[in-house]
């Protein structure tokens, strides 16, 4: 494992803050505002050019990838976005295990809330397209906020991965 930088821990650090607001946000509102996504996507992708462009092409692939999930059913621009400028300040090996983790926390966490779902419901409700009445009309039975998830995730994830290098050195 590489040695744990100052930069490493200031992109940690943004990261982390910026899923904060997020994850506030998307609880009181089930949205998270594109004033958040946008300049976390542009910060992270200038500290990329200037400090780290070994990291852009990557970053573009991350970036690629996102677009493929904003156009799945039921995955909200806002989530993407915010997976995006993530992906600006994070491995995108590290994004793409806390979106994992988030997944399956959103999972675990709804069959323990509403136990009376089956995987069938959950998977058929998810992979229909949510109509523009249901996207307005956003509530808990049409929306989760996915941010928490993420933030939970992330936590778990980086802070891993900042122990190892310690541990490492």
Do not use: W
């Amino acid at each position: 494992m590489p040695e744990l930088t100052t930069l490493q821990i200031v992109r940690v650090c943004i990261a982390l803050i910026c899923l904060i607001i997020a994850s506030i946000t998307d609880l009181k509102t089930r949205r998270v505002p594109n004033a958040l996504t946008f300049p976390m996507i542009i910060a992270g992708l200038l500290l990329n050019v200037f400090c780290s462009p070994d990291r852009l092409i990557v970053s573009f692939v991350l970036l690629a990838i996102c677009f493929i999930f904003a156009v799945m059913p039921g995955v909200g621009m806002g989530d993407v976005k915010l997976l995006m400028g993530m992906g600006m300040f994070l491995s995108a090996t590290n994004v793409m295990l806390e979106l994992a983790l988030a997944s399956i926390l959103v999972l675990v966490v709804q069959f323990i809330k509403y136990p009376h779902l089956t995987v069938l419901t959950v998977i058929t409700r998810r992979l229909r397209p949510v109509s523009k009445a249901e996207a307005a009309g956003k509530d808990i039975s049409n929306s989760i906020p996915f941010a928490p998830y993420l933030l939970t995730a992330a936590i778990i994830i980086e802070g891993a991965t900042i122990v190892a290098a310690i541990l490492n050195t």
